[in-house]
Nanobody, 111 residues
Framework: QVQLAESGGGLVQPGGSLRLSCTAS????GGWYRQAAGKQRELVAE???????KYADSVKGRFTISRDNAKNTVYLQMNNLKPEDTAVYYC?????????WGTGTLVSVSS
């Protein structure tokens, strides 16, 4: 059974930082997407099939994706957060072309 569990979301002021975690079983977590209210889900950061990293232009230089293979966990360090980063953040894992998703963790950036 595939399971992914995100944690680390919360309320933070603009300019602040948060670190999200995603621990998986049955798959290897590949990256992060987010979905703001009324908008489509969008890529935030992920590991490519060749092991490099890919970021949305809007988060480059502010967010960093990393992973601990021994713990089957990926992280998203988010610095200099902006109100437009407010969204539910989801991690995903992919097995044989099928994507699996966690339930998400809410990040709210507001003063």
């Amino acid at each position: 059974q595939v399971q992914l569990a995100e944690s680390g979301g919360g309320l933070v002021q603009p300019g602040g930082s948060l670190r999200l975690s995603c621990t998986a079983s049955g798959t290897s977590p590949g990256g992060w997407y987010r979905q703001a209210a009324g908008k489509q889900r969008e890529l935030v950061a992920e590991f490519t099939t060749i092991g490099t990293t890919k970021y949305a232009d809007s988060v480059k230089g502010r967010f960093t994706i990393s992973r601990d293979n021994a713990k089957n966990t990926v992280y998203l360090q988010m610095n200099n957060l902006k109100p437009e980063d407010t969204a539910v953040y989801y991690c995903y894992g992919r097995n044989f072309g099928i994507d699996y998703w966690g339930t998400g963790t809410l990040v709210s950036v507001s003063s």
